[in-house]
């Protein structure tokens, strides 16, 4: 089955500053890769993915690169804000026409210093 | 209440007692999700329903039943339970795709359930 590791487990950053979240997964026919933000006492919700026939995308300040030859996809947050603080989880996923098998990493505690 | 509701949010149940988590979404969706969070660990899947029907079962032990009257409903009953397994319990819900087309929708997630077996 698929395996995903994530790096680094925390992160503190100073705020205004950029964050960087690696993980690398397993399986060379996943092809989905959601990123989950998690706050403290509150449930994931997604922020950003991306599919493997895209290598990058970008929404405002947050941006995904994946490198399937590699198979790695970091997340990028710029202009780091404190409401960045959070739990941040990726995920990989294998084609599976219906539903979402999602496979998380362990999570990155990311804490913004003002 | 809208999006994903979880119920009871907290739970101490002792060994051998028998209880049940409760998860309904309302946004018309036809895929739900069980997931174990744990500290330090990833969250794990447990157990896929796809229009009523599992379609996944993580390996998971059989003092977790997980039962999907309809799509918007979806219980897990919990019996025996070990003091590993206090966690949190979190239900997510997508729409799917029937008729084997590859789809990937996000899943919502709702708040949780706490739950502490001693």
């Known amino acids: 089955g698929e395996n995903v590791e994530q790096h680094p487990s925390t992160l503190s950053v100073q705020e205004g500053d950029s964050a960087v979240i690696k993980c690398t997964y397993s399986?060379?026919?996943?092809?989905?890769f959601p990123w989950y933000k998690q706050e403290l006492g509150k449930r994931p919700q997604l922020i950003i993915d991306i599919r493997s026939n895209v290598g990058e995308k970008k929404d405002q300040r947050i941006a995904v690169t994946l490198n399937k030859t590699a198979k790695h996809f970091s997340l990028h947050i710029t202009e780091t804000q404190p409401e960045d603080s959070a739990v941040y989880f990726c995920a990989a996923s294998p084609p599976n026409f219906g539903n979402e098998k999602l496979t998380f990493g362990t999570g990155t505690r990311l804490t913004i210093i003002p | 209440e809208t999006g994903v509701t979880q119920t009871p949010r907290h739970l101490v149940m002792g060994m051998t007692n028998k209880k049940s988590l409760k998860c309904e979404q309302h946004?018309?969706?036809?895929?739900m999700y069980w997931y174990k969070q744990s500290a330090k660990k990833p969250l794990e899947l447990m157990f896929v329903y796809n229009f009523k029907e599992q379609t996944e079962n993580n390996s998971v032990p059989s003092r977790f039943s997980p039962e999907c009257p309809n799509s918007s409903h979806l219980f897990l009953h919990l019996h025996t339970l070990q003091p590993e397994d206090s966690a949190l319990y979190l239900c997510?819900?997508?729409?799917?795709?029937?008729?084997?087309?590859?789809?990937?929708?996000?899943?919502?997630f709702g708040p949780g359930t706490r739950l502490t077996v001693l």
């Open positions: 997510a819900s997508s729409l799917a795709l029937a008729g084997g087309t590859s789809s990937y929708n996000e899943q919502f």
């Open positions: 946004l018309g969706h036809n895929a």
């Open positions: 399986d060379s026919a996943s092809n989905y």
